[in-house]
């Protein structure tokens, strides 16, 4: 089993930045891709990044040029640094783990609003 726990979350003004962090621990395999989705009410959850064990990263067309998603695989740890921060990108931001057995992980969700 694994469990992610994200911090980070809060309330920043447009243009502004935060750090999400979330942290993987339990029975984790060598190969896995963690990601960052997110969920505003009322709508579908999203993918916002994803980022392999090699390295490889994905973005959402949205976010790109403004969000960065990175990794460090000894802590089993995955950052997303959001800057220039919108009203729109208000939502909670989830952390996933896909493993190489394509089991599916979730962590709790971080709340993140963006004030105009």
């Known amino acids: 089993q694994v469990q992610l726990v994200e911090t980070g979350g809060g309330l920043v003004q447009a243009g502004g930045s935060l750090r999400l962090s979330c942290a993987a621990s339990?029975?984790?395999?060598?190969?896995?891709?963690m990601a960052w989705y997110r969920q505003a009410p009322g709508k579908q959850r999203e993918l916002v990044a994803a980022?392999?064990?090699?390295?490889?990263?994905n973005y959402a067309d949205s976010v790109k040029d403004r969000f960065a998603i990175s990794r460090d695989n000894a802590k089993n740890t995955v950052y997303l640094q959001m800057n220039s921060l919108k009203p729109e990108d208000t939502a909670v931001y989830y952390c996933?783990?896909?493993?190489?057995?394509?089991?599916?992980?979730w962590g709790q969700g971080t709340q993140v609003t963006v004030s105009s």
């Open positions: 339990g029975s984790i395999s060598s190969f896995n891709t």
């Open positions: 996933n783990l896909k493993d190489l057995y394509y089991n599916n992980y």
């Open positions: 980022i392999t064990s090699g390295g490889s990263t």
